[in-house]
């Protein structure tokens, strides 16, 4: 099908609409809704970067009881389906798919970005190829370029995904090796580096007699429970971990781990507007996943100097050497933890190193330079869509 692009005015800027059905609780901050993810997370940092920068931006999430469409810092909201509405096999469909589609079509943009592997990439880049606009598909984790798509449950997701992906207009990854996944296991060798954005706390700072912090989903994947065997090994330092709540097993059963360890805290739920200030009380952050992709816990903890420790590689590198402390097992781990805690020269140069780096790749300016060129790119730049 032959379908002529869509023409923005001469002069202005494309309009954005970003497809990210469970962004509504960070974008308008609502603490009463315990979701957050990364993807999320990274979209409402870039939204609302590119309002502030003159671009028309609006959003497409699901229906939490906003009105159909609302308005939140410059950036127009469209709603789609409730988290559970409609029959089960059937809701896909409708009310999920019609719902999405619909609001697409009353964004009415220039150009539709979407963040994460699934079946939405299949179903927002059919949309663009119908109405003649422009898609961005971004990645969010190492995992959305494994062969088998161990993030994505279903095949009839795992075709729509991948049909989607050969379809984008552009392909956005957070790392070089994501970028080597995508051309090896997907074709896509054109994809472009932008490294994910924070928008830190000014004069941010780590705290001197901080504890060890962990934030995250808590679920198998993050590996939790190994942060909870840091805390049993390291008797001599603080430990807070942040995540889980009401109904979820698995915080259950840390919960219960956690009861004879006096030196560790769990708080439960804590949503992004308030979590910032549980990184303000720590000193060093460690992350147990088994993968990920490029963490915002990572900027939120270097933006203000807190060090990070991790069993993967983010593949940061900065003035010649790595940023994140990568250890291959827990027994590492614990000797890194314990290092950083009690060598005060030790974790100063660790800090200063990761603030610089910070400073120099991840700020809401550089990613919207690195956006702007991907724009260009795809044809979009300068009003000419």
């Given at each position: 099908?032959d ?7 001469p002069?202005r ?5 970003f497809v990210?059905p469970?962004?509504y609780?960070v ?12 993807a999320?997370v ?8 590119l ?6 931006v609006?959003v497409?999430?699901m229906?939490?009881g ?10 127009r ?9 409609g029959?089960?096999?059937?809701r ?5 798919l019609?719902?999405i ?5 009353r ?15 299949g ?8 109405y ?13 370029f494994?062969?088998?798509?161990p ?14 992906l ?7 990854v ?5 970028r ?10 054109d994809?472009?580096i932008v490294?994910s954005?924070?928008a830190?706390a000014?004069?941010?700072s780590?705290a001197?007699?901080?504890?060890v ?13 190994l942060f ?22 698995l915080?259950e ?5 956690a009861a ?5 805290t769990?708080?439960?739920f ?9 990184f ?8 147990t996943s088994d ?6 816990t990572f900027?939120q903890?270097w ?12 593949g940061?590198?900065?003035e ?7 250890v ?10 314990a290092r ?10 660790a ?5 610089r780096?910070f ?9 919207l ?8 790119a795809?044809g ?6």
């Amino acid at each position: 099908m032959d379908v002529k692009l869509k023409q923005a005015a001469p002069g202005r800027r494309p309009s954005v609409c970003f497809v990210a059905p469970a962004i509504y609780p960070v974008l308008a901050r609502d603490t009463g809704i315990e979701s957050v993810g990364g993807a999320e997370v990274q979209q409402a940092v870039l939204a609302r970067t590119l309002q502030r920068a003159g671009y028309e931006v609006s959003v497409v999430t699901m229906d939490y009881g906003q009105p159909a469409m609302v308005e939140i810092d410059g950036i127009r909201v469209y709603r789609a389906h409730t988290p559970d509405g409609g029959l089960p096999v059937l809701r896909f469909v409708h009310p999920r798919l019609t719902s999405i589609w619909s609001a697409m079509r009353r964004a009415d943009a220039d150009i539709y970005y979407q963040r994460s592997s699934g079946m939405l990439t299949g179903v927002v880049a059919q949309f663009c190829r119908m109405y003649g606009r422009r898609f961005i598909y971004a990645a969010a984790s190492d995992g959305d370029f494994y062969p088998a798509l161990p993030l994505i449950a279903h095949g009839r997701d795992k075709w729509l995904y991948r049909r989607g992906l050969r379809q984008a207009d552009a392909v956005v990854v957070q790392h070089p090796a994501q970028r080597e996944a995508c051309a090896q296991h997907f074709l896509r060798a054109d994809s472009h580096i932008v490294p994910s954005c924070h928008a830190g706390a000014a004069e941010a700072s780590a705290a001197a007699d901080g504890y060890v912090l962990w934030v995250g989903t808590i679920k198998p994947l993050k590996r939790p429970e190994l942060f909870i065997e840091l805390a049993r090994r390291l008797p001599q330092f603080q430990f807070r971990l942040v995540g889980g709540g009401s109904g979820n097993a698995l915080f259950e059963q840390l919960r219960e781990q956690a009861a004879a360890l006096p030196n560790l805290t769990l708080t439960g739920f804590v949503p992004y507007a308030a979590v910032d200030q549980q990184f303000a009380g720590a000193r060093l952050f460690v992350n147990t996943s088994d993968f990920e992709g490029f963490p915002n816990t990572f900027l939120q903890a270097w933006s203000r100097g807190i060090p990070a420790v991790s069993f993967f590689d983010t593949g940061a590198t900065h003035e010649g050497g790595p940023v994140c402390r990568q250890v291959p097992d827990l027994d590492a781990m614990a000797a890194c933890v314990a290092r950083l805690m009690g060598d005060a020269a030790a974790w100063q140069a660790a800090s200063d190193h990761v603030r610089r780096y910070f400073d120099a790749n991840h700020t809401p300016s550089a990613a919207l330079r690195a956006y702007e060129q991907v724009f260009a790119a795809m044809g979009a730049a300068g009003g000419v869509v």
